[in-house]
Every structure is written in structure tokens, then in C-alpha cells.
DNA sequence: TTGTATGCGTTATCAG
DNA sequence: CTGATAACGCATACAA
């Protein structure tokens, strides 16, 4: 029970054996007898024994460690997305033996962290974030040499990289034609930054289905900011004061979402019967009910629904097995799921002028 | 510029130095002369020179990491509290030289990784997140001599620990007094999970403000869960539906507030005007304006206002200090601000029986 | 002011 | 199957 630094050499000397059989043992080497692994291993547990990480980390050359640069001071990325995010990507590196290792620095200082974090050897590889239309930040870690995987995707069409994203465009496509298909022909798009190449491919989506009913996309209906919840409120009482106000709402997030949710019920306007409301649901853990993995049977949102937390899981998987078996970049598009709830219907006598 | 892994040797070679010469002169020792500093850190940048971390921990036995370690799987940790927080820690650490490790584990493995992380030395201290009435993990920590900062506070009074708090009891006790002071009596109480230290502080403070007016407190009234939306709408449905429905609520948090809102809403009834709402506002950025640091100027919710945010820097702050300089655990009780908002008003009439 | 020699705790190579 | 021995890259006590 001494709770005294013991390492290799003491452990190995109590046990009268060398430190090599001892290490091997530990680290399962087929060529250790089944008798002395079992005492080594015995003894490494009563001792308390831990590898030092720095010391093996010089020794193998790996970190055992996946690294998260995100930005500092934007609100796009310090929010709940990236909170549940980490979450299933923590959950994997736990499970797998890895740890996570967070920066968070200026956007100025990406680049030399990333450099960093590379000729350091801190880390084993790395997720991109919030990728923008061409993201610098895939050429850079490929001349780096070190093993990524960009959650969403970037604009480069000549280039292999390991991504998984949601198919942002079809999601928003198939939402807008069920908002036409339910009468709706005003329907407004409150959209995330589209420096952001996913909320590009949001309006894409959008914009494909207006046009595929025959309906004219407008700049009036189209708003693209940080997607938080004051912006959803503010843009809705805009929208609202205007001459033609929307019959439907499109959002990109369930915190905008509750910003236009709060903006209507100000105005008496009721969500599902007066305006319609579909949002992007990432199944935000603080949204849903605590006791349950799955979201709730009746959700309040009509939403386009795809976990980000499953995301942030199997993001971590790819990178890992990317780190432990090089080469195959493989990629993954995942359709979102369209869930009916409550915040939609077909358009209101009362709006159609 | 070349991208080869220039290391202390091969850099010293090429200056014609020691290895310790050029150490010494990155290291800042004053020993050196300016000249050969100058020369040397020169040349580090143009060769690109970056110490690997995992040499320098072993060798210094320091590992210029933070480790914070989060429950999987509990709603309490794996939200946007958390990730403010986060923010917060990393933008400090990140100033400072220091790394953010993050594990997610499950709680039966909770003790076994701070033993980990102590032994491997992998992290140089801790923040405890989310204390318990009386959390093992202080004692845990202590025997482990691993410096540590609680979030929070916990019930050891013989036992001292360093810890940044918000003054919950204070804070809670005078929105109560402040709503009584409108008239208001039947006052409810969505509170967080009592096994929560704080969520307990909060329900002694609610409790003094209600005697200290001489109104009793009622168990019909208090609720304690995680602290999530779905809560507090559904809370506030049973709540109204009930004989005597309250005539303003108080509420752990932002996220169970906009519950209480929607479940209003749903009744037609105002905030503000028909029923009364504090919450207490962690300051999340994803529901304050984008373009701000500070909250807006004319805040929705009336509020107890205390920024995690900023907790967050402040409890890296303490923690690094601590590992710096060992010896003096400092702590630190923040007083909450009490912010007028629209949601908060003098009893209505028609909420009188 | 600079250099030499040694240690930090592992893993890996090569003999036996 | 086991054991010396040499890296891994840096920091530092001690010498000069």
C-alpha cells in the first residue's frame, strides 16, 4: 500500500527479475511465461505500479493523445455543440486507453500551435473543428504529417482527408419541401456564419428546394450569424415588424430556435399553428430529458436531427484508427433524421394575406 | 525552413554550442551571455526548434498540464456550464504554457484515474468539478498530494482546500426576499440536484429568505433535478396545473428557465406580469449577443448573475499559482449580482385568490 | 560564461 | 523465455 514512487527499476527489483521482463510482461509480449506475467502483473497491482507517460511517450515515440484546437473568443465554438462533442469523443479516448488534450488560443495562433503540437510530438493526431469553405488548416497538418479528422467538411476537391459530416445540404433541402409541402411559400432561413462551410451547404440545401417548388429564394428571408439564441430572437422580430413576415421558419440550431420561440410567444404567435418552425437538432444533452440516451417520444421541435455527441464518438474512432494504422483516410456522410414535433402544421388561414 | 525533427543536439551542433549552453539560453537562465541568446533563440526559430514536452517532463519531473476529469454520462457535467468553464481554464492555461487534459470516465472509475494521473504524473494539479455535500475526491486528492482547485465548494470544515465559490446561500436568500418585497409568496424553488453542494446552499438561502419573512416553506414548492429544459417545463405544467400554482418561481438555471418560459407560454401566461421569474445566469454565452463580452444592456431574465466564465480563469489562475508555488491554498467566495430584468414584476391581481 | 557527465523511466535491440 | 545495454531528448550538478 506504500503509496511511494515505484517504477520500473524498483518493481523489477522486488520481483528479481530484469526491467525488459517486466515491461514486457505488462505490455502483453506473447514471449513472457504465462507463470511470470501472471506474478509481475500480481505485483505492479499491489504496488501500485503506473508507467511513467512522459517516459514511455520519449521511449515509443507516441503520445497516446488526441488534440482539440479550438478557438478562443468565438462563440461558435465554446457552446453546447462543442461541449457534447467532446463529450463522445472523450468517451472514446477514455475507452481506448487516450487522452484528450484541449488548447484554446486565438485564431492568430492556430498555426503555430498546430506546428507545435506536431514538431512537439504532444500529440498523435488532431480534430479539426468547425472547418471553413477552404480550411488553411488541412494543408497545413498534411505537411505536417499528422494524422487528422475534420468534423464536417472543407472545399477541396483534389484533396483526401479523413471527414465525417452530416449531409447539411440534403437535411435542409428535404426540410424546406416539407414546409412547401405543408402550404408554406414565405419560409425564412436563419442560418449559422457562412464563413462556416456547413451553414454554406445549409442554403444550398434551402435554396434547392424552394427552387424545386418553383419558388424564388429572397435575401430578405436569409440571415446568417453566430448561431446563439438572442440572434434567433432578434431576427425573428424583425422578420415578424416586416411587411411580408415568413409563414415558416427554417433554423440552423436549437438555441436560435429558442430565441424565435421566445420572439413569438411575445406577439401571441403560436409555434406549429400560426408559424411554422423547423430546426437542426445536434440532440444537445441540456435540451433533453436527463433520463433517457434518446431524445423524448414527443419532442417539442420539428427538427432535422442527427447526434452531435455520436459524431464527436465516432470522429474519435476514425482518428484513432487513422493513428494506429496509417494510410486509409475513409470519410463518412451521415443522413439527419426528420422529426416531426410540434412546431409545424400547414399554413394558417390567418397568415395568407 | 526544413520540417526535419531538429532536436536540442542536432540544433547545438549546428550552432557549435553545448546542448546546456543552448538550454540554458532558451530557458532564460541569466548566465548567458546576450550575445550567444540571442544567436541561439535565432536559430531555434529558424530551425523551428520546439523542446519535446514528453523529454522535458521526464526530466523535469514537472508536466505542464492541467487535468480535469468529467463524469460520463451525467447531464450535469457534459453541458454548457461545463463548457464555459472550459473556456474559461483554457484560455488561462494557454498563457500561461500549460495544457488542458481532459478524461471522461465513468464514476466508478473516477478514483482510479486520479490515482493514474498522480502516479503517471501525467497532469502537475486538477479542478474539481461539481462537489458533493462531503466529496470523497477532496480527502482522495490530498492523499495523493496532488494540488487541486474545487469548483465549488464541499463540507469539510476541518479541512482545508483551496476552492473558488460563488456565494449560492446569499445569492438565493436575496432574490427570494426581492420577490417577496413584489408581493409575492408562493414562491417555488427549481432547484439543481441536491446531492450537488451547491444545489443545497441555493435551498438553505431560498428557505432563509422565506422565514426571514416570516413565510414558510413549502415541500410542494421545491424541486431538485439536473438542470436541464425539459425540467423546468415540465416542473412549471405541474406547477400550474396545481392547486395553488406559485406567483413566481426562482430557477437554478438559464436552461430549466427557458422551460419555465415555454410552459408558460403554452398557458398564455406573461412573464413578468402573471408570474414571476428569476434564474440564476451563469452568463453562457450562447445565449448572450455574439458581438458582446458583456451581457446585453436590457437582460431578459431578471437574474442572479455570476459569469462561469470567469470562474473558470480565475480557478486556472489559483491552480497554477498553487503548483508554481506550493503551500498557501488560497479561496475565494464571489458575490452574485442581482440583475433587473423583464421577468420579474409586483403580484398580479389576477393571480391573487 | 561555457562545457562534461549523468539521470529522468521507459522501450527496443541484441545476445544468450 | 530472460537479461544486459543502448537509445529517447532534455535538464542540471559539477567542473573548468
Known amino acids: 500500500m506504500s503509496d511511494e514512487s515505484v517504477n520500473l527499476k524498483t518493481l523489477s527489483e522486488r520481483l528479481g527479475l530484469s526491467q525488459t521482463t517486466v515491461s514486457r510482461a505488462l505490455n502483453g509480449f506473447p514471449e513472457v511465461s504465462e507463470q511470470t506475467r501472471r506474478r509481475v502483473i500480481e505485483a ?10 512522459s517516459a514511455s511517450s ?16 468565438e462563440h461558435h465554438m465554446i457552446n453546447p455543440h462543442f461541449a457534447d462533442f467532446i463529450a463522445g469523443a472523450g468517451e472514446t479516448y ?21 506546428r507545435e ?14 472547418p471553413l469553405g477552404r480550411d488553411p488548416r488541412i494543408p497545413l497538418l498534411q505537411s505536417l504529417q499528422l494524422p487528422f479528422v475534420v468534423h464536417g467538411r472543407s472545399d477541396y476537391a483534389d484533396n483526401e482527408y479523413s471527414w465525417l459530416d452530416v449531409n447539411n445540404r440534403s437535411a435542409f433541402r428535404r426540410a424546406t419541401e416539407f414546409l412547401i409541402d405543408l402550404g408554406h411559400e414565405r419560409i425564412a432561413l436563419i442560418n449559422g456564419l457562412e464563413t462556416m462551410n456547413f451553414a454554406k451547404r445549409r ?23 453566430d448561431m446563439v439564441e438572442p440572434y434567433g430572437y432578434e431576427v425573428t422580430c424583425r422578420l415578424m415588424e416586416s411587411a411580408a413576415p415568413p409563414t415558416a421558419v427554417l433554423v440552423s440550431s436549437i438555441l436560435p430556435a429558442m430565441g424565435v420561440v421566445r420572439a413569438l410567444a411575445e406577439r401571441g404567435i403560436r409555434p406549429g399553428t400560426d408559424v411554422s418552425i423547423i430546426a437542426f437538432d445536434d440532440c444537445l444533452s441540456f435540451l433533453h430529458a436527463s ?14 436531427r442527427s447526434s452531435i455527441r455520436l459524431a464527436g464518438r465516432r470522429a474519435a474512432q476514425m482518428l484513432l484508427q487513422q493513428i494506429e494504422q496509417p494510410g486509409a483516410t475513409r470519410s463518412e456522410l451521415w443522413e439527419a433524421d426528420l422529426v416531426i414535433g410540434q412546431t409545424t402544421g400547414p399554413k394558417s388561414q390567418a397568415a395568407s394575406q
Do not use: C
Request: charged share 30%; proline share 6%; aromatic share 10%.
Open 44 to 53: 505492479a497491482d499491489r504496488f501500485n505500479y503506473r508507467p511513467s507517460s
Open 58 to 73: 520519449l521511449a515509443t515515440g507516441k503520445a497516446r493523445t488526441v488534440g482539440h484546437v479550438v478557438p478562443l473568443a
Open 94 to 114: 477514455s475507452t481506448h486507453g487516450y487522452d484528450m488534450l484541449i488548447r484554446v488560443v486565438p485564431r492568430a495562433d492556430e498555426e503555430r500551435v498546430y
Open 117 to 130: 503540437l506536431a514538431t512537439q510530438k504532444r500529440v498523435d493526431g488532431v480534430v479539426v473543428h468547425g
Open 203 to 225: 442554403r444550398k440545401g434551402y435554396e434547392a428546394g424552394l427552387t424545386s417548388r418553383g419558388i424564388e429564394p429572397e435575401q430578405r428571408y436569409i440571415f446568417s450569424q
Open 291 to 304: 433520463d433517457s440516451e434518446r431524445p423524448k417520444d414527443v419532442p417539442y421541435f420539428t427538427a432535422i
